[in-house]
């Protein structure tokens, strides 16, 4: 797939140790383009708009807490609408790809970026590549319109289909520029990030005039800098009902075990803040939290204790908690045993040792249940801002850049940040403290 380049990183260094990160644009790479007036100046929907456009310098910080004597640190620039567009809107022709895993919030996604394009600016030319990267070659297309995506935020999964690998640079290049696309959508995760940012190298080496604009997808919240990724509300929501069944059935038997495992392949953000909002869960176990099973301190030896004071118990378990299996999927991402079924069994095991509690356990996977329902109002709202704030972007002649949000607001990032590192919970900060104190579970910080 190739490396990104630190040269779409534009620096611009300022006072107190302002450094804006800024992303490229078209003019950067071809000279003498037409600007044009943005159509939404004459759009009766931002007629009550005090201020249409966000200035040019508004940049937004990328640590919300500073010292008073500190450096002012990084900064991104502010995402929005800019007074001069960098494409005709009857010119344009834009295609949007879903690449990856399922997520709730995908279908909007799709329907507010077409619908932002066609209302905002007049856009009609949009189509949805299907199937992923591999849809581009394998020229598979749907067309997009308001009236074909009006619903589909009600339903789960992606309408143009979703896949992981298949991805050939200059072959999906070459398609690009064969249907004459000079505004490509790419919503996934840190894989399909990657390849956006050789995509947009590509682009800039053939001197086209061809707008690449990303949208961070994953279920996990494991993307950096960024507040949240989409579909995460929506995901924590759902878990909760998972573990109220363990909750109902761990409490209706004797010595009753309640096992959820829920996604989280290397961050524990959907089990640590399910566990938070439910109040149920008497253990959590995440992939940033080594545990170990026998000895003082040990999880049989909470369960067992747990079980003697409540009569009861409920666990929750990330699917990447424990060892890793070393395997990687068509896309890089690590590849790991089923923690919860291995997890449920050794547990079994345990307690079928003479002179040991007779338990019952019941373990829930809900995992593919949670990935295929439509998003929540939360995540429908989110999904909005991030899809406006990409065709803002694109049309305003940003490119190679991935939108998200960064401290409250809307920001266009250089790809590098999105991939260079994956967001996990700190296990010695105080959010994961607080799990600590609620569910009083061991910190397995070290075996005995």
């Not at 990267?133 to 997009?144: A, D, E, V, W």
């Not at 409920?314 to 990687?328: L, P, Q, R, W």
């Not at 991402?333 to 919860?340: A, F, I, P, R, Y």
């Not at 307690?351 to 949670?370: A, S």
Request: hydrophobic share 35%; charged share 20%.
């Amino acid at each position: 797939m190739g490396s990104v380049s630190d040269s779409q990183i534009k620096l611009v260094d300022g006072s107190c140790g302002y450094v804006l990160h800024d992303v490229p644009h078209l003019s950067d790479f071809l000279t003498n383009l037409p600007t044009y007036s943005n159509p939404l100046q004459k759009n009766p929907a931002y007629a009550g708009v005090k201020q249409y456009f966000v200035d040019d310098e508004d940049t937004v910080a990328l640590r919300a807490v500073q010292h008073k004597d500190g450096e002012r640190g990084i900064h991104f620039r502010r995402a929005g609408p800019r007074q001069k567009v960098y494409f005709a809107p009857d010119d344009v022709k834009a295609c949007i790809v879903t690449c990856g895993g399922l997520c709730p919030g995908l279908n909007t996604v799709i329907r507010e970026i077409v619908c932002g394009l066609d209302y905002m600016y007049g856009v009609t030319k949009i189509m949805g590549i299907s199937g992923g990267y591999k849809g581009f070659y394998s020229k598979n297309t749907i067309p997009l319109t308001p009236k074909f995506v009006n619903n589909i935020h009600k339903r789960g999964g992606s309408i143009i289909g979703a896949s992981r690998g298949g991805y050939v640079t200059s072959k999906i290049v070459d398609s690009i520029q064969d249907r004459g696309i000079n505004q490509v959508y790419i919503i996934g995760g840190d894989g399909t990030q990657r390849g956006a940012a050789v995509i947009f190298e590509e682009i800039k080496k053939r001197g086209l005039q061809v707008a690449v604009a990303a949208i961070p997808k994953t279920i996990d919240n494991d993307i950096p800098v960024i507040d949240r990724s989409f579909g995460f509300d929506t995901a924590v929501e759902e878990a909760q009902r998972a573990i109220n069944a363990a909750h109902v059935e761990a409490e209706s038997a004797e010595n009753g075990i309640g096992l959820v495992k829920l996604m989280g392949r290397d961050s524990g953000f959907i089990a640590m803040y399910a566990t938070l909002a439910s109040r149920d869960v008497d253990c959590c176990l995440i992939p940033e939290s080594p545990f170990y099973l026998e000895g003082s301190g040990g999880l049989f030896e909470f369960i067992e204790k747990t079980l003697k004071e409540n009569g009861h118990m409920v666990i929750v378990v990330a699917e990447g908690a424990g060892e890793k299996s070393g395997c990687v999927d068509p896309s890089g991402n690590n590849l790991h045993k089923d923690v919860g079924l291995l997890l449920s069994q050794t547990i079994k095991a345990y307690f079928d040792q003479p002179k040991k509690i007779n338990i019952t356990l019941k373990y829930i996977d809900p995992t593919y249940m949670i990935r295929a329902v439509p998003s929540n109002a939360a995540d429908n709202v989110y999904c909005t801002l991030l899809a406006q704030s990409a065709v803002h972007g694109a049309m305003a002649g940003f490119t190679g850049f991935t939108v998200g949000q960064v401290n409250g607001r809307q920001c266009y990032i250089p790809f590098k940040h999105i991939i260079e590192k994956t967001n996990q919970v700190v296990i010695t900060d105080r959010m994961w403290a607080r799990l600590l104190s609620s569910t009083n579970q061991p910190s397995f910080m070290s075996k005995p």
